[in-house]
C-alpha cells in the first residue's frame, strides 16, 4: 500500500473544475473520488475499482470519460450513452 492519492484535475474552460483522485486504501481495490474543485467538501462521485490501482497512477481525462490504470486492466469511467 502506498499513502495518498494521485489527483488530477479537469474543467470545462475556465469553469466546473472538477478534482480527481485515485487511492488505493489499504486491503482494498484502487478507488476513484470527484470533487468540485470549487468546494472540496463537495464529494461528486465515488466509485470503486475491480483491481487493484497499479502505483503512482494518475487519472488521465479525456473526451468525457476518466482513465485509471489498475495492475491487470485500464478502468474507463464515464457517462453511459
Request: proline residues 6%; charged residues 10%.
Amino acid at each position: 500500500n502506498f499513502p495518498g492519492a494521485m489527483m488530477a484535475v479537469s474543467a470545462n474552460g475556465t469553469s466546473n473544475a472538477i478534482l480527481w483522485c485515485a487511492e488505493r486504501p489499504a486491503g482494498g481495490p484502487g478507488v476513484l473520488h470527484a470533487y468540485d474543485a470549487a468546494d472540496l467538501t463537495k464529494q461528486l462521485y465515488s466509485g470503486a475499482l475491480t483491481d487493484a490501482l497499479a502505483k503512482f497512477t494518475i487519472p488521465t481525462v479525456a473526451n468525457g470519460k476518466v482513465y485509471v490504470g489498475a495492475l491487470s486492466r485500464l478502468a474507463v469511467f464515464g457517462l453511459v450513452p
